[in-house]
């Protein structure tokens, strides 16, 4: 099952208590102390799923920009990289020097950003199963939640606005 199904059972098991599990040694008590403090959570495959391809083509832009020829994706490890490290590994795979594109990162991140935010009205994605009630049950917990993701911070903001899982954060 999923992280947010998990933790979605584990809240409907303790009556929608927060609680997490703490025990310091086998002669405690097995009963539940109150511990949490905050979580971090990742965007693309814990939050949600995008399905559609505008921040591929956003790439795609980026990459062009930075090589001044047209580059894809195709041979690049995205899954568990990030944004910036998406681009190095297309341009490594590609021949073009770093020293000819990272002093031109910053303008290739602003593209990438501007093109998501001018394609936002086709991103598709869904929130995952659970993913709603998991937030809600942090947020009655007052829990600090915050996001740790490979996408440009504009990126992920649009992305969790799309599935509306931006408002718990």
Sequence with gaps: ASAPANAAAGAAATGG?????????????????????GDVLSVDGTLLNCKDAV????????????????????GVTAHGNTDI?????ALALAGVPEQDWR????EACSSMG???EK?????????????????????DCNAFLGIAT????????????????????
């Design 17 to 37: 208590r927060c609680v997490t599990p703490r025990f310091t040694s086998t002669l405690d008590s097995l009963e539940p102390k109150v511990a949490h403090k």
């Design 55 to 74: 921040h591929y083509f956003a790439f795609c832009e980026a990459l062009k920009t930075l090589s001044g020829r047209e580059l894809n994706l195709e």
């Design 85 to 89: 490290g998406i681009l190095r590994d």
């Design 103 to 106: 002093p031109r990162l910053p």
């Design 114 to 116: 501007s093109y998501v």
């Design 119 to 139: 394609n936002q009205q086709k991103i598709t994605t869904d929130a995952l199963p659970g993913a709603r009630e998991v937030l809600q049950h942090l947020r």
């Design 150 to 169: 490979g996408n440009l911070a504009s990126i992920g903001r649009i992305k969790l606005q799309s599935c509306g899982l931006l408002e718990y954060f």
